[in-house]
């Protein structure tokens, strides 16, 4: 596996908060090798162990990526799902930033099904047949668009179940991670200190409350997405 | 975790002594009970091969991180810890903090402060005037600015901040400042209460008594106009600002000449006296003023709200004080009392015949001056003026004096 260096600076992993954890009261245990100070009734990360595990998940995925595997970055809280959004857009890969549907991948063959009809609705609608039914029809099958639109509009392109997943905030999408642990695929997570480090393959140790530091970390990642694909493209 | 284990007892195939159980080093008890692949063994084999192997990868990273947890780290411990005392943040109530705005809401604005986690703008708290939503007062993602943090959502550790303190310090600066200046400044009347009206001045909320309004009017019809105002008391920790309609127009009424004959409305009553409001100001018409014969009681003669004509007998600006007369206008002596009406309609002739016998008086003083000083060099010109000789004859130069012209 190749070993490139991700340009994680300390600086900018401080400026963006990445170092600042929950309440004292609220921490896990399971993430005392992670902790290094209680500062202020607050826990702060250790951030050599989060640049660690950072770029060592950026190699993974930069491998991932140039071998054509598939990404899904699932982010539903409200501040980061414009974020998740355009992050996906730019790396090209699958997106879930509005709420995540219980078993979108374990009831996959459902969701296909689902995303079929959004398809077929879209071309109907640039076909623009909508238009020539009558008006109670069209705005129903507006409003079932919209719908879609909403939910899997980041994922309308996804012909199967993804090779990598990304997660946000660990405690929000609980349900997503543990679907991907009973299919087997391998995830990479966002760790707070409320959160367990052992349910993900690769967990960062991250705030997951600041948008700098979501910001910051899916940059990362998606730099090195980006990276990969293009020498995937260009090995072809 | 518990009901994990239970829900997994029911599966039929037992669960596979996967590679994750035989790891020596972190205990994981929970996870004997999630069979990574048990689910995905029926659907496709070719693709859950790849998925371990990927899997495995990722295992071998993990163990990578933990055996060797400086490499690919550029910089150390010492360094982190050094560099927290530069990054922290201060989380008080009542601090400023500068923040960018990145998102914006119906109920208000996401902030991105260095901090746990991001900020909360209320729409509220956005701006001094009411406003439904943020971007009326200019909040636009990507807007930089300082917010002071007025408080601590519990939920999510995240703070609520504010711009309406801010805009309140600069507000009641401003207030100060226009008060030690003295300007006259208009302000909309948006309400009125049992004492007088609330005007909006800068943004705050003022008050008018109704003895410093100087129309008779009441609060619902003053209600959505615009007044000119100035500042009688800015006082920022007792949250008073109180207003005067009366001083302003007072200042835009200077005017009045001294004699001139006015009407004007009784306000009050005082033992040694009456306020009278003329176009503005009040005056006082001292007791000994109303009339030539003794007056013992005022409210004999006069009551709250009669008008009647008064004479102005000196204006002094600074302190904003008139003198006020009667008596000047009475026919005959005690009229004021006994017939008020006849001396309103003299009031006129009083007045002139006043003034005509002061400027007469005024004429015999100086020519009794001129009688005793005559070089002095003034001389009376035909308005009984006292003018220098000069001014009779302007085309004479000004060194050389023509008796002549005596």
């Keep these: ?236 | 975790m518990a009901s994990l284990a239970q829900q997994f007892a029911g599966l039929r195939c037992p669960p596979l002594s996967s590679s994750r159980l035989s790891k020596p080093f972190s205990p994981r008890p929970q996870n004997t009970a999630f069979s990574p692949v048990v689910s995905a063994v029926a659907i496709s084999n070719a693709q859950t091969r790849e998925r371990q192997r990927l899997k495995e990868i990722f295992e071998d990273a993990y163990e990578r991180c933990r055996t060797a947890p400086m490499e690919g780290v550029s910089f150390t411990v010492e360094d982190f810890n050094a560099a927290l005392d530069k990054y922290d943040f201060d989380s008080e109530i009542g601090t400023k903090v500068k923040g960018t705005v990145f998102y914006i809401d119906g109920n208000g604005a996401l902030v991105d402060i260095t901090a746990k986690s991001s900020a909360f703008l209320p729409v509220q708290e956005a701006c001094i005037h009411r406003i439904k939503h943020v971007e009326e007062a200019g909040i636009v993602p990507g807007l930089r600015e300082e917010f002071v943090i007025i408080g601590e959502n519990e939920a999510d550790d995240s703070l609520i901040l504010s711009l309406r303190s801010i805009q309140y310090d600069l507000a009641w600066e401003r207030c100060r400042q226009l008060q030690s200046e003295d300007v006259v400044i208009k302000g909309k009347v948006v309400g009125g209460n049992k004492g007088g009206v609330v005007a909006v001045v800068e943004g705050l909320r003022g008050f008018v008594p109704f003895s410093q309004v100087s129309s008779k009017s009441t609060a619902e019809e003053l209600l959505d106009r615009e007044l000119p105002l100035k500042f009688v008391e800015v006082d920022e920790e007792q949250s008073r600002l109180v207003l005067s309609n009366r001083k302003a127009m007072a200042d835009s009424q200077a005017q009045l000449g001294i004699g001139s004959v006015v009407t004007g409305t009784v306000q009050s009553l005082k033992p040694y006296g009456a306020f009278i409001d003329i176009g503005g100001i009040n005056g006082l018409l001292h007791i000994s003023q109303i009339s030539h014969d003794r007056v013992s009681d005022i409210s004999t003669v006069l009551q709250p709200g009669d008008t009647l004509k008064v004479m102005i007998l000196s204006h002094d600006r600074e302190r904003g004080r008139v003198s006020l007369s009667t008596k000047k206008l009475e026919p005959t002596p005690g009229d004021m009392i006994r017939n008020p009406e006849l001396v309103f309609e003299k009031a006129e002739e009083m007045a002139r015949t006043f003034r005509q016998r002061i400027a007469q008086a005024e004429a015999m003083a100086r020519a009794d001056m001129l009688r005793f000083q005559p070089e002095s060099g003034l001389t009376l010109n035909t308005d009984g003026v006292l003018g220098s000789l000069t001014q009779l004859t302007p085309d004479l130069p000004v060194e050389g004096l023509d008796l002549s012209a005596v």
């Excluded at chain 1, 995925?61 to 809280?77: E, M, N, P, Y």
């Excluded at chain 1, 459902?110 to 077929?120: A, G, I, P, S, W």
């Excluded at chain 1, 020539?132 to 668009?145: N, T, V, Y």
Aim: net charge positive; glycine share 6%.
């Design chain 1, 1 to 236: 596996m190749t070993r490139r260096y991700w340009n994680i600076n300390l600086e900018e992993m401080m400026e963006a908060g990445v170092h600042f954890g929950h309440g004292t009261r609220k921490w896990n245990p399971r993430m005392a090798p992670y902790i290094s100070a209680k500062r202020k009734g607050i826990h702060i990360t250790n951030l050599t162990r989060t640049a660690r595990f950072l770029s060592e998940a950026c190699d993974l995925v930069f491998d991932a990526a140039s071998r054509g595997k598939q990404f899904l970055i699932v982010g539903t809280k409200k501040k980061a799902a414009d974020l998740v959004a355009s992050a996906a857009i730019r790396a090209r890969c699958h997106y879930v930033n509005k709420k995540w549907l219980g078993g979108m991948s374990t009831n996959w063959s459902t969701t296909e099904m689902r995303l079929h009809k959004f398809r077929d609705l879209r071309a109907e609608q640039k076909a623009g047949r909508l238009n020539r039914l009558p008006k109670r029809d069209a705005a129903m099958l507006k409003r079932q668009l919209s719908h879609l639109q909403a939910y899997l509009g980041g994922i309308q392109y996804m012909t199967g179940l993804p090779d990598i997943v990304i997660i946000v905030d660990q405690q929000e999408e609980y349900t997503a991670l543990r679907e991907c642990v009973t299919l087997g695929i391998p995830t990479i997570c966002l760790i707070d200190t409320n959160c367990d480090p052992d349910l993900a393959d690769i967990s960062i140790p991250a705030n997951d409350d600041a948008i700098a530091s979501i910001r910051l970390i899916l940059n990362k990642l998606v730099s090195a997405i980006c990276e990969g694909r293009s020498s995937y493209i260009r090995n072809r």
